[in-house]
């Protein structure tokens, strides 16, 4: 089992809708779990992070996390065709600080 | 804030040759810096921690004495390619974590294009 999953997708939604990505991870111990969009040849850029169970809003973005299904969400309202990217899932475990990625969801919005 | 910037963003070299790439960040201090690869349409490949003032930690497979970390100062690491040959050619991204951010998010650097020919 891989250490976070995500659905590769294309998930391809129309403009003004909800779009919902999802990510799983395998250990428990994980602590904190963050949400990162890549624009094609960019370097990732923070959307936001989640450590308590529950929802987290952020503007359009809503990131909700379940630690006992290990599960990690990230919610796009009225997405926009400037959302079109791969979202990566983090997560961190231990003192290292280390975060381990999912392989990315690219989300594609139609106008 | 948690603004990091890398040097140069792209660099062109021939084969056999030393890369040096920069990482900084610029409004904060950062004890510990990330040095990632990604080919293309590939994930991101976590190659070393780098931590100020001590020895990088290389993930397993990368080879320290061709990835050269050093991380000199609280808001400069710098890793140098080695005699660089064109399987090289990557997007290298650095990142670095805060001193004082509690909740150890990494903020990553704008990358280096690297080209060998």
């Known amino acids: 089992q891989k250490e976070v999953e995500q659905n590769s997708g294309p998930l391809s939604v129309p403009e003004g809708a909800i779009a919902s990505l999802n990510c799983t991870y395998s250990?428990?111990?994980?602590?904190?779990f963050f949400w990162y969009r890549q624009y094609s040849g960019k370097s990732p850029e923070l959307i936001m992070f989640?450590?308590?169970?529950g929802d987290k809003e952020d503007g359009r973005f809503t990131a909700q996390l379940n630690k006992a299904s290990q599960y990690v969400s990230l919610l796009i309202r009225d997405s926009q065709p400037s959302d079109s990217a791969t979202y990566l899932c983090a997560v961190l475990k231990g003192s290292n600080y280390k975060l381990t990625f999912g392989k990315g969801t690219l989300l594609t919005v139609n106008p | 804030g948690a603004v990091v910037s890398q040097h140069p963003s792209w660099v062109i070299c021939k084969s056999g040759t030393s890369v040096k790439i920069e990482c900084r960040s610029l409004?904060?201090?950062?004890?510990?810096m990330f040095w990632y690869r990604q080919f293309p349409k590939q994930s991101l490949m976590l190659m070393a921690t780098s931590n100020e003032g001590s020895k990088a930690t290389y993930e397993q497979g990368v080879e320290k004495d061709k990835f050269l970390i050093n991380h000199a100062s609280l808001t400069l690491s710098t890793l140098t390619v080695t005699s660089a040959h064109p399987e090289d050619s990557s997007f290298y991204i650095c990142?670095?974590?805060?001193?004082?951010?509690?909740?150890?998010?990494?903020?990553f650097g704008p990358g280096t294009r690297l080209t060998v020919l």
């Open positions: 409004d904060f201090q950062a004890t510990t």
């Open positions: 250990d428990r111990g994980s602590q904190s």
């Open positions: 990142s670095a974590r805060s001193v004082t951010d509690p909740t150890d998010t990494q903020y």
């Open positions: 989640i450590y308590s169970n």
